[in-house]
């Protein structure tokens, strides 16, 4: 379902405890606010358990954000969310699908190349502080 500020709260928990530079809570609530950002949480409950962010600009989307709360991972809701969302992008007008990983963020990886996401450049040094490279993917819809 849509990022609602009720689940701010959680999303910044999920967010900090998947992440060592976690985005704070106030960048959700700006993504709330965009209109480009398309965002969605899954729900167990009130529970929030993972959710994605993107952003659709003309007929690209970006994800920007994607985590699974640590306690649900590997049980596909990763691939399902992140579907969803594409899914949903596409019946928005979008035909290409891209995102920025970490070269070392196996399992982000291996989710991405599962759904036919490809490699198609590299930005050196682009995480700050570690430098460590981010691989560019993207995929047709
Ligand atoms: C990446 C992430 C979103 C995957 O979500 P998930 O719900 O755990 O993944 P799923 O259960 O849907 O798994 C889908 C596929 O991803 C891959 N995968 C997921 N976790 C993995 C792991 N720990 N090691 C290797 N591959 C993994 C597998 O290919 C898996 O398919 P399989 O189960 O058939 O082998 C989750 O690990 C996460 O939140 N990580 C921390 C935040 C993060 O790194 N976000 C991505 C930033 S680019």
Redesign the pocket.
């Known amino acids: 379902m849509p990022l609602a500020r009720e689940h701010l709260d959680q999303v910044a928990d999920i967010e900090k405890a ?2 060592q530079n976690p985005w704070p809570r106030s960048l959700f609530m700006e993504e709330l606010c965009m209109p480009m950002s398309m965002d969605h949480v899954a729900l167990v409950g009130a529970q929030v358990t ?1 959710f994605c962010c993107m952003w659709l600009v003309a007929s690209q989307v970006k994800v920007q954000n ?3 709360h640590p306690v ?9 969310l992140l579907l969803r969302a594409l899914t949903l992008a596409r019946e928005h007008g979008a035909v290409r699908a891209g ?1 920025e ?2 070269t070392g ?4 990886l ?2 991405y190349y ?1 759904l036919d996401f490809c490699l198609e450049g590299r930005r050196p040094g682009y995480y700050y502080p570690e430098g460590e490279d981010a691989l560019l993917l993207w995929r047709d819809l």
């Open positions: 998947c992440f993972a994607i985590a699974v649900f991972q590997r049980r596909g809701l990763g691939r399902y995102l990983v970490r963020n196996i399992a982000a291996s989710l599962s």
